[in-house]
């Protein structure tokens, strides 16, 4: 795990503590159509945004072990 | 089908298949082909955290409390997100300290306190029996709507004997389980592969059995969400079910609850034996990170509609907490109503295996053996201490006895008070309970001065403000505490009431309480660090644990000191570990030293290694007692350790700097580098140029000078041969005069001096006059010009003059360059979106890759193939200054020029793009400007 990696996945973090938490909660606190209350949609759609990115951010090649030494050559 | 008998061969057939899957993985692992060596089991195994709470009581918190079940979920989101950062940390840590479990890694953090560990052991008991109770109770629950409905599942607890509830089978079952695969080591950090297998089994199924719920209900029961949240949506009493009014507290319970359960996830004993213990491999961790969370998110997928589907179905689907179940049996099914029970049960069992070993790890290691380490009889130096390998069988009886007491303590509860509450309650109690230990852990894993004291502090009084705002409360609800205790506060004290301290009112119970527990535990752990001291060992052990990501090479340096013989330590490890252990830790050493001498003493590492095995077994703070019983002197140079740390972690830091000023002066080096080449290249062309120079000067004013000599001195030559000597000194003269004022002209571009007259003008009209004036020159050469001009007017921003000669400077260039044989040179104007682009071909050799930015060098001659013959041909040599300066004058005018393969004629091409002039008035303007 590189260090901006690791910086990468703090923000995110913060991203969903944002997310998930009030005021942004609030905006979505609505009556849809049916009636019914927004939020839990958006909570699920928060959610499954921010492991997607997660899993991106973890599964791809270590991009910066590849990238380093491309830059020592410059 | 939903007979008595089916439901129990079902339960325990499932209970048994447990037992094969462990049997199994145990059978594998031995084998050294591990089952549970991936992410994904991993993953799964982390499941856990998703218990009977989350498979029935999900749905019935969702039904009264709108989306705040979400927040049990979204917590260890959190925390798997920054899992790579601390869970890899802990991981690390208990690897390197052979941690057995919370209480072990609380009491190793702060000096291998024995207290301490024996405080969060207690409190564990305390907050988490009734978790297990819970899980009892669910299984009691679902069985009776099993098998009873339609009738709600009367209370049979009470009016028949203990032996006719399901639940007090199951927890034997479980009990002989967790004996069998949670015990097989002694040493208790090792890995439990049986059981992490079935643990991450039971994932599955009760996943499985969530999904196939929620789709019935969808998808049969509805025409899909929409039929079902347009119907909910009519219901009255559901227009505000999903909305925040209906999450106790609002928006502040919401931010405590989110805030619960992301302590708690880390800190439940359960929850730590999973991440930290039961991790093999520290790569898994960064699967699991977003695995896990994906696994919460999908079996809560179908809570909401299971929840709205029971609330509409009235009054036959009983209490929200059993809608899963009754769902599928108002529907009249058979065979879905099994697979929810057995889905719950497996979430049920899930739960109380590892928690039960957690717990007995923590009782056996931090509550018993130090009781009985300090009770003379069984001192390892007393004669009492019998035979060896004696107390190895005590050590795992210690623990069997605990498992099935805690399971036993478990049943007590759930039959004696656990009617009392609802499922939620006891879950996020419990939660508020494990969540004291979060600052002693999570402070102390990166504040190096977090000291015993203040951790001890902290706890007592985190766990007091628990125990008084949720726990006295729950007494006095369930009737056994006086209900003017809640409504006026002890002894008629108002500010003292348990749900509002302080007169804190309007806050949700269990924010409250997390606000003053957490207030009380935090405040006492720094200010009491602030004011303590810490012990040599404690200094030590912290560091080891807030360096813990950068000080490997701690762990292998051996900084023992003190003495012992071989033979003393290994009376020691083999009363307590056994002879098989006792040997494996000493093999090394004496294949080494090549003797098992008793009376040699013990190397330093082998001291090392014994109180690490001896960690395993008993936890930090025993083995500490018992190695240093048997060592003289003082064990461990902990100042040598001190003072190692600081220097590892200041190295560190060195190096990190010195590499990047390394990183930086290399580059620094590369940049210089390459100026000096340049440079140099610079200087070459120079040099060369003023060579050539002085060559081409030299050349014209030579004949200059030799043919007014000839007119000078030969007064008889004839009038004819004059005159073309005459031609031939104006010819050169010109010549020269040209060359100057390329030089000139060069020199003038260079320093910027350079004046051009930009006009509205035909580039068309432009080439034409261009074409016309080199057109005699190029016959003569034998080159032959085609031009493609178009008919309508090319209008460009230029000096006409200085294009001009850029123009006649391309054809010039592009006939020297053609191929001898048959020479062809091609002109043609286009417009290429907002520019002209004029493109001058040859069929000559064509320019290189490499070489086509260095034409524009000045000074820069292209060596032309066959160069010797170029004379001949009447093709003069070019200065190099031409390219150079059209290439200024171009790039003055807002254009570019450049050089490209030809397309037409395969040559070389050079293409000069000029911007279209804009519309009359702005032209106007643009000149005016350009004019300065």
């Known amino acids: 795990m590189t260090p901006r990696r690791h910086a990468r996945l703090l923000a995110l973090a913060g991203l969903a503590l944002l997310l998930f938490s009030p005021p942004l909660l609030l905006l979505f606190d609505r009556p849809a159509v049916y009636g019914l209350s927004w939020l839990p949609l958006y909570l699920f759609l928060a959610w499954a945004g921010v492991i997607g990115v997660a899993a991106w951010l973890l599964e791809r090649p270590d991009s910066e072990r590849r990238e380093e030494p491309r830059r020592h050559e410059k | 089908m939903r007979s008595d008998a089916v439901v129990l061969a079902v339960a325990f057939g499932y209970l048994a298949l447990l037992f094969v899957i462990a049997a199994w993985a145990d059978r594998r692992a031995e084998q050294g082909r591990s089952l549970i060596g991936s992410p994904t089991v991993y993953a799964l195994s982390i499941a856990v955290y ?126 002989v389980f967790i004996i069998l695969f949670g015990t097989r080591h002694l040493d208790a950090s090792e890995r439990h592969e049986g059981m992490v297998a079935a643990i991450a089994f039971e994932s599955l199924v ?173 001192r390892p130096g007393s004669r009492l201490a019998r035979g060896r390998g004696e107390l190895t069988g005590w050590l795992l009886g210690i623990r069997r006895v605990a498992i099935v007491l805690i399971l036993l303590l478990g049943y007590l509860y759930h039959a004696l008070i656990g009617d009392a509450y609802s499922l939620v309650t006891i879950g996020l109690v419990s939660f508020a309970a494990a969540a004291q230990f979060a600052p002693a852990m999570l402070v102390g894993l990166y504040w190096r ?91 030590t052990q912290a560091a080891l644990f807030t360096e813990a990501l950068h000080s490997e090479l701690i762990h292998r340096t051996p900084l023992w000191q003190g003495q012992t013989t071989q033979g003393e330590l290994r009376e020691l490890l083999s009363r307590y570990l056994g002879t098989p252990a006792t040997l494996r830790v000493l093999a090394e050493e004496e294949h080494q030293t090549g003797d098992a001498d008793a009376a040699r003493p013990a190397s330093p590492t082998l001291v090392a290694r014994a109180e690490r095995a001896l960690a395993g077994a008993l936890g930090n703070a025993s083995a500490r007692v018992l190695i240093n019983s048997v060592v003289r002197g003082e064990a461990l140079d902990l100042d040598a350790v001190l003072s190692i740390l600081d220097t590892t972690s200041q190295t560190l830091e060195y190096n990190r700097r010195l590499k990047q000023k390394s990183q930086e002066l290399t580059t620094i080096s590369e940049e210089l580098r390459a100026a000096n080449e340049r440079l140099r290249e610079l200087d070459r062309l120079k040099d060369e140029f003023v060579a050539m120079v002085s060559h081409e000067l030299r050349t014209p004013l030579t004949s200059i000078r030799a043919f007014a000599e000839i007119l000078r001195d030969s007064h008889g030559l004839p009038e004819e041969k004059r ?65 493609k001009i178009p008919d309508s007017p090319a209008m460009v921003i230029g000096d006409p003059d200085r294009l001009e000669q850029v123009i006649i400077n391309l054809l010039d260039n592009a006939s020297k360059f053609a191929a001898d044989e048959d020479g062809r040179v091609r002109l043609a104007l286009e417009r290429h979106k907002r520019h002209y682009r004029l493109s001058v071909e040859d069929n000559g050799p064509g320019i290189g890759e490499d070489d086509r930015e260095r034409v524009f060098e000045k000074f820069h001659q292209l060596e032309r193939q066959g160069e010797s013959d170029a004379p001949a041909r009447g093709r003069p040599r070019g200065s190099g200054l031409g390219l150079p300066i059209s290439r200024g004058i171009v790039a003055h005018l807002g254009g570019r020029l450049w050089v490209e393969e030809a397309p037409t004629l395969g040559g070389a091409c050079l293409i000069m793009e000029l911007p279209q002039a804009p519309a009359e008035a702005a032209a106007l303007g643009a000149a005016a400007s350009g004019d300065e």
Not at chain 2, 147 to 170: C, H, I, M, N
Not at chain 2, 268 to 291: K, M, T
Not at chain 2, 746 to 764: K, V, W
Request: a neutral charge; glycine letters at 8%; charged letters at 15%.
């Open chain 2, 206 to 378: 009760k996943l499985v059995a969530f999904l196939a719920v929620g789709m019935f209900t969808l998808f049969m029961l509805y025409d899909g969400p929409g039929d079902l949240f347009a119907r909910a949506a009519a219901h009255p009493e559901l227009a505000q079910a999903l909305s925040l009014e209906r999450v106790p507290g609002g928006a502040l319970g919401w931010v405590g609850m989110l805030v619960l359960a992301t302590l708690a996830f880390l800190t439940l004993p359960r929850q730590f034996q999973v991440l930290v213990v039961e991790n093999v491999d520290e790569g898994h961790i960064r699967r699991a990170s977003w695995l896990f969370p994906l696994y919460l998110l999908v079996i809560n997928l179908f809570v909401i509609p299971v929840a709205l589907a029971g609330v509409l179905l009235g009054d036959t689907a009983l209490s929200p907490d059993s809608f899963v179940l009754t769902l599928p049996l108002a529907a009249g099914l058979d065979g879905l109503p099994l697979l929810v029970f057995i889905g719950g049960l497996s979430a049920a069992t899930g739960m109380m295996i590892v928690e039960t070993i957690a717990l007995s790890t923590m009782v056996s290691n931090h509550l018993v053996m130090p009781l009985l380490l300090r009770s003379s009889r069984m």
């Open chain 2, 449 to 539: 001065g977090a000291t015993r004291s203040g951790a001890a502090c902290a706890l007592i009084a985190g766990i007091m403000v628990w125990a008084y705002t949720l726990l006295l409360p729950g007494f006095a609800q369930s009737g056994w505490l006086d209900m003017a205790l809640l409504s006026d506060g002890p002894a008629g004290i108002r500010w003292l009431r348990p749900y509002a301290l302080f007169g804190l009112e309007g806050w949700d119970i269990y924010t409250h309480s997390l606000f003053w527990s957490l207030l009380a535990n935090i405040g006492a752990l720094i200010g009491v660090s602030l004011f303590t001291r810490q012990s040599r060992l404690e200094q």
């Open chain 2, 50 to 175: 998703c218990t009977a709470w989350t498979f029935y009581g999900s749905v019935g918190r969702a039904a009264e409390y709108g989306p705040s079940f979400l927040l049990i979920y979204l917590g260890p989101t959190l925390v798997m997100l920054v899992g790579p950062m601390l869970i890899r940390k802990m991981v690390r840590i208990a690897r390197a300290q052979r941690i057995t479990s919370i209480a072990d890694f609380i009491s190793a953090r702060y000096g291998k306190s024995d207290g301490l560990g024996a405080l969060v052991a207690l409190i564990a008991l305390l907050g988490i029996t009734p978790y297990i109770a819970l899980q009892l109770k669910a299984i009691t629950l679902s069985h009776a709507i099993l098998t009873q409905y339609p009738a709600p599942a009367a209370e049979t607890l009470v009016d028949a004997g203990f032996w006719t509830d399901k639940s007090f089978w199951v927890a034997l079952v479980l009990a």
């Open chain 2, 723 to 787: 005159r073309h000597f005459l031609d031939v000194v104006v010819h050169e003269s010109q010549r020269l005069s040209r060359l100057i004022e390329e030089i000139l002209d060069l020199a003038r571009l260079e320093s910027g001096r350079l004046t051009l007259h930009p006009e509205r003008l035909d580039l068309a009209t432009l080439a034409r006059r261009g074409v016309d004036a080199v057109q005699r020159v190029q016959e003569e050469r034998g080159v032959q010009l085609e031009v």
